[in-house]
């Protein structure tokens, strides 16, 4: 499963050893650049130096299923331009923040992966939960 943490940096350690892995927790809250993150961390430099749209614009309710329902019909060649008119649109008028899932399944969620997130914050975060208080699936 994608959301079994643990099983799948286990399978990157195995790949290329788990001395090689810098794992990270991105929590929206925090609002970290991830693209400029792995150019700092890889020292690309000549890339990092050029200016990047952020690659994963997360947009909320009516504008997620907007996005969801045109996006079949959106040229690729013109998609990357749309992509951004929306967040800019969203950026002036935001929609309210809905859940992609019930608080009872969030909760069911998080109970079955429960050990495998222990297990990844143990071991590459040295402490007890992998997301902050009050984060949710």
């Known amino acids: 499963s994608p959301l079994d943490y643990n099983h799948f940096l286990q399978g990157w350690s195995q790949l290329v050893g788990a001395d090689r892995l810098m794992v990270r927790v991105y929590e929206q809250e925090a609002r970290h650049d991830i693209v ?10 000549v890339i990092r ?7 994963n614009v ?3 309710g009516p504008y997620m299923e907007f996005v969801r329902k ?3 019909y959106i040229p690729r060649d013109v998609r990357h ?8 649109l969203q950026g002036r008028h935001p929609a309210e923040r809905s859940r992609l899932v019930s608080p009872e ?10 050990s495998s997130n222990h297990a990844v914050a ?6 007890q939960t992998l997301f902050h208080e009050g984060t949710s699936v």
């Open 36 to 45: 400029r993150d792995f150019l700092e961390t890889t020292g690309l430099t």
């Open 49 to 55: 130096a050029q200016k990047h749209q952020r690659a």
């Open 58 to 60: 997360s947009f909320e």
């Open 70 to 72: 045109a996006n079949h």
């Open 81 to 88: 331009r749309f992509v951004g008119d929306l967040e800019e």
């Open 105 to 114: 399944m969030a909760e069911m969620i998080e109970r079955k992966f429960a």
């Open 122 to 127: 143990t071991e590459f975060f040295d402490r």
